[in-house]
């Protein structure tokens, strides 16, 4: 490669990361400032570091609630929606009536404009009487969230060789072996990465949490940092310091399944 | 094997992560503490009247203890709350009592068929009855049913640092418009923003200063629902909403209320027009200097078009309450309202919590001695209005509401005239 060559993959290699770390910083460095700081002195180093605003925000809410709601409600909807992507995408390598059909409904959900269902699913979960519960925080996500999880799960099982379920099949395994057995564990991978994804969109998401919940035992960390900034007033200090306990989770996992995330998006292709 | 046992761990640990979320089933009905009754608004326990009510409800279960309780839930956001509201609403399951926004072109909510009439509660106690504005009460009753009790109506009012003005050389605040662009000129020189403005959301501060320039021109029907908006009233008010514009700070296009206040609370820009609550910021953030903000009625054109001293407010809110079938449960609901709109608590509210109700406030001189600097100056100026306007964007559709930060960053910005902004704005309110 050229220096030209090699210039140019620097330069856009240090765009990017700028692009991405940059707001990150800022928002790590501005839960350290004070109120009167932030403005005069956006851009700048604190002058003077207040460590306690995290204190702060912490006794001011139960952030620590919020993260058991968050990650109980992104961890239920995962986990059925994975094992439910699982399922259909075994189900849809078979060819019967109406599977392009079923294909298509599954995934039909992307095209929805699903703020538009707000009503009819508060409808919904009241009637099943979850409203206000994590569970029902958590169902509303399983149904949101579905297609991004089983697109992901079914291009991965689609690049299994046909050849390993004939072999199975000729060795005597059932439909439902072949699936517990040969399918669900050779698309693990891709179900990691699709349970990533899920988690971290679940866990990010604010409009269903704020309106499905109305308790400190049923509302998120997306919710609870809300509570810093109110229609009256803002303590961009504590909402900053709050945000950053509240990406933590998500920020880790991504560090530490980055390798296992880029593994598991790559291998499909290399089948 | 090992497999296994991480998996069955993981499993134990998620069922027990999930069991200990459920506790958040709702609790509600008549329990050993009596009739329960929740309320939903946006009264949270950080801001000074989300802490006095609390202790309203303390007291009130206190007293009640046995027969009644309230339960408060606060929700920060206000667009989130009304989304709430009306989604209860339309599930069927209004909450006990809530805050919301009237809107006399959306009476949706009215019309459910699913609030409480308060009309026969008062009607058989007159005094109570006599504690509220017949106008509110007029306003709020469709088809003869009274669908809430007026919860606030706050003025909105200039609040200006007058360190600031002084260091510009102004010593008086503004009598008329151009007399206040002059003014904003100089502190502008001095290295400050004039005034704060915003133009996302609802664009609130410089709707604000709209609603007061429309009517200081074209007097207090000069919006009013049915006028023709593209109108030289509404021209002259864009035309110095635009001046305005560039008299505030570098984030009012595209900026949101709470980057707006913060630049006036930081000293950033010299004045804003808001509400009462902003009191409760001035108090906590500048604390001994907060008396430094002194507040003001909005300049006129002197024009004889209406008369100096009145007020735009913010629209009536309202508590609205669920129609009961449980007799007990809606005695609850009566028991409270009266309670937290008696004289006590109305006081307590304007004194401690920064936030005048729409009801009767008779304050002694110990309380006005108790009120914060600004408090005694909106109570003084709110009981001298001679009229009191609802601001402009509280009463247009919701068309024309979702239109108004683009057509506001596009006047700023200098993409359409004046002119151009009042067609604008008749087209999408007619819509």
């Known amino acids: 490669m050229t220096i030209a060559g090699k210039s140019f993959r620097w330069a856009v290699l240090g765009i990017f990361t700028a692009i991405t770390l940059l707001p990150l910083l800022w928002l790590v460095m501005s839960s350290f400032k004070t109120q009167a700081d932030i403005f005069a002195n956006p851009f700048g180093l604190p002058s003077e570091w207040r460590f306690d605003n995290y204190g702060a925000a912490l006794a001011a809410h139960p952030l620590h609630l919020y993260l058991r709601n968050s990650l109980g409600a992104a961890l239920l909807a995962t986990v059925l929606i994975v094992v439910a992507s699982l399922m259909a995408s075994y189900a849809l390598l078979h060819r019967f009536r109406l599977s392009r059909a079923t294909f298509g409904f599954l995934l039909f959900g992307i095209l929805l404009p699903v703020n538009a269902l707000m009503t009819p699913i508060f409808f919904i979960v009241n009637m099943m009487g979850v409203y206000n519960t994590v569970v029902g925080l958590g169902l509303v996500y399983a149904g949101l969230f579905f297609p991004l999880g089983f697109l992901i799960v079914k291009t991965y099982m689609d690049t299994t060789p046909a050849e390993i379920f004939e072999a199975a099949r000729i060795d005597g395994a059932g439909f439902h072996s072949i699936f517990l057995r040969i399918a669900a564990p050779l698309t693990s991978p891709g179900a990691i990465t699709a349970a990533i994804f899920l988690m971290i969109t679940a866990f990010n998401e604010l409009l269903f949490a704020a309106v499905l919940t109305k308790d400190t035992d049923a509302q998120t960390v997306q919710v609870g940092v809300r509570y810093f900034l109110t229609t009256y007033s803002a303590n961009y200090p504590l909402a900053f310091a709050a945000t950053v306990i509240g990406i933590a989770p998500t920020v880790v996992i991504y560090i530490i399944l980055s390798d296992r995330i880029v593994a598991a998006m790559t291998a499909g292709s290399l089948k | ?431």
């Open chain 2, 1 to 431: 094997m090992k497999r296994k046992i991480l998996a069955a761990a993981g499993l134990t640990a998620a069922v027990a992560l999930l069991a200990g979320c459920n506790s958040a089933v709702p609790s509600g009905g008549s329990g050993g503490s009596g009739t329960e009754i929740e309320i939903l608004s946006n009264f949270t326990s950080d801001v000074s009247r989300g802490k006095v009510l609390d202790d309203l409800i303390a007291q009130f279960n206190e007293e009640n203890a046995g027969k009644y309780t309230v339960v408060s839930k606060a929700q920060p956001d206000w667009p989130t709350l009304q989304q709430q509201i009306r989604s209860s609403i339309s599930a069927g399951d209004a909450p006990d009592v809530f805050l919301y926004n009237y809107n006399p072109t959306d009476l949706s909510r009215e019309e459910s068929g699913q609030l409480m009439d308060w009309s026969s509660h008062l009607d058989d106690d007159p005094e109570w009855k006599a504690r509220f504005k017949q106008d509110n009460l007029d306003a709020l009753t469709i088809d003869g049913q009274l669908a809430g009790i007026p919860g606030d109506q706050s003025p909105t009012l200039f609040y200006y640092n007058t360190e600031l003005f002084e260091q510009a050389g102004i010593t008086e605040f503004p009598a008329t418009w151009d007399e206040y662009l002059a003014a904003g000129q100089k502190i502008k020189d001095s290295g400050v923003a004039a005034i704060s403005l915003m133009t996302a959301d609802d664009s609130w501060h410089t709707m604000n200063a709209f609603s007061y320039l429309a009517t200081a021109e074209g007097g207090p029907e000069a919006y009013a629902p049915g006028t023709d908006l593209d109108s030289p009233a509404i021209t002259k008010a864009a035309d110095y909403t635009k001046r305005l514009l560039a008299l505030s700070t570098p984030d009012a296009v595209g900026g949101n209320y709470a980057a707006s206040s913060s630049n006036f609370l930081n000293g950033q820009s010299a004045s804003i027009i808001d509400g009462p609550w902003l009191i409760s910021s001035i108090q906590s953030t500048l604390g001994d200097d907060a008396c430094k903000i002194a507040v003001a009625a909005a300049p006129t054109f002197d024009n004889g078009a209406i008369e100096p001293g009145y007020t735009v407010t913010d629209s009536l809110n309202v508590w609205g309450a669920a129609k009961q079938s449980d007799e007990e449960k809606e005695e609850a609901v009566v028991a409270w309202m009266k309670f937290f709109t008696s004289n006590e608590s109305a006081v307590r509210m304007a004194v401690e919590g920064e936030y005048p109700m729409a009801v009767q406030t008779e304050l002694s001189d110990a309380d006005k001695e108790n009120a914060s600097c600004q408090m005694a100056q909106v109570i003084e100026l709110a009981n001298a209005a001679p009229a009191s306007i609802v601001q402009m964007a509280r009463g247009i559709t919701t068309d024309a509401q979702a239109q108004l930060p683009s057509l506001l960053e596009s006047l700023a910005l200098g993409q359409t005239t004046p002119e151009q902004f009042a067609t604008s704005l008749q087209t999408a309110n007619s819509q």
